[in-house]
């Protein structure tokens, strides 16, 4: 992915005023939510409209700031903004995360133009620099991350060969016909290669997801617990939703009660999910070991 404050992005709308909410002499009466879950660590906190000048637009100038917006209750913010906290924890306050309530804070929603979740924006140094609307895998993610860090000055320690960067950028700008013969060169150069391997695998999971609605196919999935399809449908959103280890367990438990070619149909989609996440894993290399036990 490219720096994000030299790519197009949602902000080419129209511009964003982070200050108008500050400079307003009238707080908006807040409404009624059910209250939210305690930050999961010191790198993540709630956001609200009177808190946003100190807690986010301050705190950005020395440290790159990434908001979520939710609904409380919503089916992407109980898949995806656990995936976040995580990323948060893991980065060690190399960037922090803001959870922004939209019912609660409706002048935040309104002043970001939001019209759907999940929706996540970067602030650094005050402004926005880049965001997204749609629930992406975990190591997509991560990309994204990266590229914010990199945005505010941040060193951000990334020793791969040149060519997967580019076919990184490809895939972060959904390019996936670009992306998966980047990594197909790279596998024809260095066949094996893990890092290649699983940005391909991560190719055919978008293009196996694109256009699906997760809550359809999840709901479907509990409705036919035999049926092979919907089954590896629905571990593929709970990959693309951060839930790997529900889509393991998914499958693992689905090899254990199906016979014959359905079987290894199956196994086969466990192992391109495990490729997805790449061998270092340790949930992947749990389920392997599950894996062979379901199967011997």
Do not use: C
């Not at 609660?104 to 965001?131: K, S």
């Not at 094996?192 to 190719?203: F, K, T």
């Amino acid at each position: 992915m490219s720096d994000p404050r030299q790519t197009q992005s949602i902000f080419t709308r129209g511009a964003v005023d982070l200050g108008a909410l500050a400079r307003s002499n009238q707080a908006a009466a807040q409404r009624s939510a059910q209250p939210a879950a305690a930050p999961s660590s010191a790198f993540v906190f709630d956001v609200t409209e009177t808190s946003f000048q100190d807690a986010v637009l301050q705190r950005s100038v020395t440290t790159p700031v990434v908001l979520d917006f939710f609904v409380q209750g919503s089916q992407p913010h109980q898949q995806f903004s656990p995936l976040l906290e995580k990323l948060a924890a893991d980065g060690g306050g190399a960037w922090l995360l803001g959870r922004v309530d939209i019912e609660a804070n409706p002048r935040l929603a309104q002043m970001f133009r939001i019209q759907g979740i999940p929706f996540v924006v970067a602030i650094v140094g005050g402004q926005p620099v880049d965001a997204f609307n749609q629930m992406l895998p975990e190591t997509h993610l991560r990309q994204w991350i990266d590229a914010v860090l990199k945005a505010a000055g941040v060193e951000v320690q990334r020793g791969e060969d040149p060519r997967l960067l580019a076919a990184d950028d490809a895939l972060m700008d959904g390019d996936l016909d670009t992306a998966e013969q980047a990594y197909r060169n790279i596998l024809a150069d260095t066949p094996a290669d893990p890092v290649a391997e699983s940005g391909l695998a991560q190719v055919a999971l978008l293009r196996r997801t694109s256009g699906l609605d997760p809550a359809a196919v999840l709901a479907a999935a509990q409705e036919a617990a035999d049926d092979v399809p919907a089954q590896l449908l629905a571990a593929d959103i709970e990959v693309l939703t951060g839930q790997a280890e529900a889509a393991y367990r998914r499958l693992i438990d689905l090899v254990r009660r199906t016979p014959g070619d359905d079987r290894e149909t199956v196994r086969k989609h466990l192992v391109s999910l495990f490729t997805v996440a790449g061998p270092d894993d340790p949930a992947v290399a749990k389920a392997r070991r599950a894996l062979a036990s379901a199967l011997f």
